[in-house]
């Protein structure tokens, strides 16, 4: 396999899975200053929320039935809003500052997510 692009698994050709994974990573930088006593609450549950995105994508991607990577794909969309929620509660305890670049992020990849649902409703096989 000469292309790069085509020695990829399906899901790492998605841009919104690369998107997803970067977030992860923003969320593991800010997660990381949350008290200690969250280790196991808070801290833990937004890290598994943010872990689940890319998971789920890649988990639908290599699905062989349209309706199987839609229900993943819609999995991956609320583990985005568990997210959103997530960091709200963070910024109201005072674990975290608001994140406009952060929110705005969350917003992107959950447009984006929408956006492939809607691709995949549109070919027919759904």
Do not use: C
């Amino acid at each position: 396999m000469e292309n790069g692009e085509s020695s990829k698994r399906p899901h790492e050709r998605l841009e919104v899975w690369r998107d997803s994974m970067e977030l992860v990573e923003m969320i593991y930088k800010i997660s990381g200053n949350f008290p200690d006593s969250e280790r196991f609450g808070l801290t833990s549950q937004i890290r598994r929320a943010a872990v689940s995105v890319p998971s789920n994508i890649a988990e639908g991607a290599a699905r062989r039935s349209t309706p199987e990577y839609l229900r993943f794909l819609s999995i991956a969309r609320g583990s985005l809003s568990e997210i959103a929620t997530q960091i709200q509660i963070a910024v109201r305890l005072g674990y975290s500052k608001a994140s406009p670049r952060l929110d705005q992020y969350v917003d992107l990849i959950f447009a984006k997510l929408t956006a492939l649902m809607n691709a995949l409703h549109k070919r027919g096989d759904a």
